[in-house]
């Protein structure tokens, strides 16, 4: 690749420059002479690897934090916001994750929650028709009621009330901070259509997000940062590959196999853990997967899929209303912690200082506090691991002279994390559970977590990881089970799949219940077999199926990734015709309609396979499938 | 590596080191209290002053044990004043008839009794432990004066004395009895899975459930402790005064919530000592006693015991680097 040159400056002067920017927190260096430039009527990418400082930028720019050092022109004049309030007041919102809406009061009521502090009468009559106006601007007049309680709604539709607020404000700039990364691939084009229009309004958009091929999609050029620093700056998206991104985030080019094994086949390994119909209302419904030794399993999906409640319920913080846990074989119904502790199953959950440190003790307490619950006796019994602690000091790199230090959260995130990690392997876990495992760890800290995962696989323990980060499961799991609005829906070989197959996988049941509804009308009224499904060279992923017994079966199921030539169609799978194709003998023929969003995102094929020699219209067929996804989307 | 020794002499990387741990500050700070004290007034040093110091402390500092276990866990119990009173009438109701040891016993069980109930009314369903002790403390009270109807009870036997004046190793047995549990206390806290749990529990309640610590059980156990040792001052306090009087232990809450705090311990939990506390009753007691040494009329004692109390929390928390949630 030849590194394209950044944009040459020509007409109008940039919205926004950021130069040299400097903040530390406590001891970490967060940025480090960070730059950034931003124009008018573009959608700018911001990227980086966890821990690169993309989102402190944010943050500084939207006044959320202050700077330490460096300079901010807005529009061409010096700007010092001390706080968010000001940042608005001159025109800069940010749209984050964990929206600062006030859950109690209506959709209405948060759009114009900045005026409700000005002196004077609230107009809602006048205060409605702005609401409409806004959201006619942004294409979504359908999409919210205005006298909801913001608790009653779904996390697209609070992203759509921040959207709202920021334009009642009339903000010019509009940094959205990782948008998508509990959205499905619907939503994601929902708010993606409203982006566009905000571009065409002459808006500036920040999107901030580490989920490359929506880089590729909606941005108009894009700035890298590593380690708090700006690598790159306003290089149009469109010079650039999706490797040559990666290379810019990482700094070199990551082998994604490096801390994979190739999946055994199951038979051959001893299955530790068995999942059954787990359920434990209301985020699991139905989880079903099994455990193998020295194997690491990723538990993949959306955040709000249920996947740490999972963990929670095998690990006793939760109770399971019904299924069946076995853990060696035998019935587990872990009613506490310590119970799952002493059955040999370590967990580090996602917010390590809510979830997993304990502040006033020293580093040495921490690591042994799992210990300390495994523990049977009245005293201590800290010497007893003292030689454990020791071999675990060196894997980890942790100067022994730092055990005693005072405090954990002088240590950098990953340090911290490697720390409540070996908390669970000094206790030599046949079980591992973790839940996003390098949320907030730097980059280069990453890849010794992962290392540190796998050589605890390979002396036999059986790891569960729980990630958003499909790239990070795909490089480390043999396999992935992905669960979507609290049902485990495939079971998948990390081999055969892409993040684009992941993301289809893992997309809300609740979104595609349009699609179901389909497939069932046409599996219905024909007799056959309809289905939804992915393409590649080699193999079919199957999302969805109704119908279809007997001859019409076309010989997978939903969540199945078989190969093309050991399905029952493989005839008609090659052929990408427009109309039926009979596979040898004739038992059952088969159509296939290619399927796109509006926005023309692929979206796999709608398949319907029926048996002997019925044939329904074809053209029908693919109208009315057609019409259906444009509807959905 | 080899550690580079640079900078200050051993001596005051030493006293550096030293000044970091809380309770090497608050042993300053009582040392410049009890000189302060020694040249003001004449009187102080006098052995016979001294051992009244030791004396007025048992009372508040074995009260202040529990209030240390309870502040721990990030609770406080605003109750020990009136379990106090209530178990010692209940003492004084049963020794005339079953003697001294179920008298004890009686005082004892019930004051932990009434911690289990307000301890699992904290821990388990999550009520605030303020308003909880508070409810015990109204009717603790109210309790005492019914089943005391309303008057002092002077018929206790005066064998009682002996729990208070008997002399082990030249240390008076209420004296003893105070320094025997602080050190049981701070083994217990220090030593035991049981003393980490409590600090566990206080520093971060859900970092210790995640790591399967028993956070039920060590929630409620202090409460227990704290209503147990009441007893135990009550005790002691009606063996001093062969007198039980219902409002016995009025307003000692505050005496030992400003000890625990002057100690050092943080009314977030997770942080604190029972050296700490120990110190901090002394400084209590010793400028309650100077005060009186030096004619000041009780009636400004309490703003200067409040001064003190708000000097200590602010003094701690500009000397803490740390910065909490």
Redesign the interface.
């Known amino acids: 690749m030849v590194m394209p040159a950044p944009r040459v400056d020509a007409a109008p002067a940039p919205l926004l420059v950021a130069r040299g920017i400097d903040k530390t927190f406590d001891r970490t260096r967060a940025l480090i002479g960070a730059d950034l430039r931003l124009d008018a009527g573009e959608v700018h990418g911001l990227l980086g690897a966890n821990g690169a400082g993309k989102s402190t930028l944010s943050r500084v720019i939207s006044g959320h934090v202050r700077r330490d050092r460096g300079e901010i022109a807005w529009r061409g004049i010096a700007l010092d916001a001390r706080n968010a309030r000001e940042a608005i007041g001159a025109g800069i919102v940010m749209v984050t994750q964990e929206t600062s809406l006030a859950p109690d009061l209506s959709v209405l009521e948060n759009i114009f929650l900045p005026e409700l502090a000005l002196p004077g009468r609230l107009r809602y009559g006048a205060l409605r028709q702005r609401a409409r106006d806004i959201l006619n601007s942004l294409g979504q007049e359908s999409a919210l009621p205005l006298d909801m309680e913001v608790r009653a709604l779904s996390i697209a539709q609070r992203q759509l009330v921040e959207i709202a607020k920021a334009l009642a404000q009339d903000a010019s700039l509009i940094i959205f901070d990782e948008p998508t990364a509990s959205l499905s691939p619907g939503e994601v084009e929902r708010l993606f259509d409203v982006m566009t229009r905000l571009r065409a309004d002459g808006r500036a958009l920040v999107f901030v997000s580490h989920r490359l091929e929506e880089v590729f999609a909606i941005t108009d050029c894009v700035t890298v940062m590593r380690e708090g620093r700006t690598v790159t700056q306003s290089v149009p998206t469109a010079t650039l590959t999706q490797s040559d991104l990666v290379r810019l985030m990482v700094g070199q080019d990551l082998a994604r196999a490096q801390y994979r094994r190739a999946a055994a086949a199951a038979g051959d390994r001893t299955r530790v853990l068995e999942v059954r119909h787990l359920r434990a209302a209301p985020m699991v419904r139905d989880v079903s997967f099994t455990l193998h030794e020295g194997e690491i399993l990723g538990l993949g999906g959306l955040v709000g899929a249920g996947r740490s409640e999972t963990l929670e319920a095998i690990f006793g ?1 939760r109770r399971p209303d019904s299924g069946e846990i076995r853990l060696h074989g035998r019935q587990f119904t872990p009613r ?3 119970a ?2 002493r059955a040999g199953i370590g ?1 580090v ?1 996602e917010d390590r ?9 020293s580093v040495r ?1 921490n690591l042994l ?2 210990h ?4 049977r ?4 019994g800290y010497r007893a691991r003292d030689r454990r602690v020791a071999d675990l000091l060196r894997q980890l790199d942790l100067r022994s ?1 730092r055990l005693l230090d ?2 954990m ?1 002088n240590f950098s995130g990953g340090m911290q994390q490697k720390i409540i990690i070996a ?1 669970w392997l000094l206790l030599e876990p046949r079980v591992l559970l973790l839940d996003e495992p390098t949320k907030g760890v730097d980059i280069g800290t990453r890849s010794s977590i992962y290392a540190i995962l796998r050589d605890a696989a390979d002396r036999g323990a059986a790891v569960l990881v729980v990630s958003s980060d499909f790239e990070e499961l795909l490089g480390l799991c043999e396999r992935i089970v992905v669960m979507s609005d609290g049902t485990s829906i495939a079971e998948l070989e990390s081999d055969v799949l892409d993040e684009t197959k992941l993301t289809m996988f893992a997309a809300p049941r609740s979104s595609m219940e349009i699609t179901s509804q389909l497939l069932r009308t046409l599996a219905g009224e024909t007799g056959g077999a309809a289905y939804w499904v992915l393409l590649d060279s080699e193999r079919l992923f199957c999302l969805a199926r109704a119908g279809g017994d007997g001859d019409a079966d076309p010989g997978f199921a939903a969540g199945a990734t078989p190969r093309i030539g050991d399905t029952r169609i493989p005839t008609a799978l090659a052929a990408d015709a427009g109309h039926f194709v009979a596979e040898p003998g004739g038992a059952r023929r088969t159509l296939l309609v290619r399927v796109q969003s509006h926005r023309g995102h692929e979206l796999g094929w709608i398949g319907l396979t029926v048996a002997g020699t019925s044939t329904p219209d074809p053209a029908a067929i693919a109208q009315r499938v057609h019409e259906q996804f444009a509807r959905a989307a | 590596m080899s550690q580079a020794t640079l900078g200050p002499s051993p001596a005051a990387a030493l006293i550096r080191r030293l000044g970091r741990r809380l309770e090497v500050r608050m042993l300053a700070l009582a040392s410049v209290v009890f000189v302060g004290l020694s040249l003001a007034s004449p009187f102080f040093l006098q052995t016979n002053n001294l051992l009244n110091l030791l004396d007025q402390s048992v009372v508040t500092g074995i009260v202040s044990i529990g209030m240390t276990f309870v502040i721990l866990t990030g609770g406080i119990d605003l109750s020990v004043g009136s379990v106090l009173g209530f178990t010692a009438v209940l003492m004084g109701l049963t020794m005339p008839h079953y003697g001294i040891p179920a008298g004890i016993a009686v005082a004892v069980v019930s004051g932990g009794a009434i911690g289990l109930f307000s301890g699992f009314l904290v821990a388990r369903f999550g009520l605030a432990s303020f308003v909880v002790t508070l409810g015990v403390m109204a009717i603790g009270r109210s309790l005492a004066y019914i089943t005391s109807g309303q008057n002092s009870i002077s018929d206790i036997p005066p064998a009682i004395n002996n729990l208070v004046y008997t002399s082990i190793l030249g240390v008076p047995s209420n004296v003893a009895t105070l320094l025997v549990l602080y050190v049981l206390s701070w083994l217990y806290l220090s030593f035991t899975k049981g003393g980490r749990t409590i600090y566990a529990i206080g520093s971060n309640a859900e970092a210790a459930r995640t790591a399967g610590l028993n956070v039920l059980a060590y929630s409620v156990l202090p409460y227990v402790i704290s209503g147990a040792l009441s007893a135990v001052a009550g005790i002691l306090l009606s063996a001093q005064i062969l007198s039980i009087d219902p409002l016995a232990g009025t307003a000692l809450e505050l005496d030992a919530i400003a000890a625990v705090v002057i100690g050092g311990a943080s009314l977030y939990g997770g942080r604190g000592s029972i050296i700490g506390t120990l110190i901090g009753v002394l400084i209590m007691v010793m400028i309650r006693n100077g005060l009186n040494l030096l004619g000041v009329s009780p009636f400004w004692q309490g703003s200067a015991i409040g001064g003190i109390i708000i000097a200590a929390v602010l003094v701690e928390r500009l000397v803490s680097t740390r910065v909490r949630a």
Request: charged share 20%; hydrophobic share 45%.
């Open positions: 913080l506490r912690p310590v799952a502790i967990f959950p200082r809510g979830q997993s440190i304990v502040p006033d003790f307490e506090l799992g300390l619950s495994a523990h006796g009245f005293g201590l002279d005072v405090s959260l908390r």
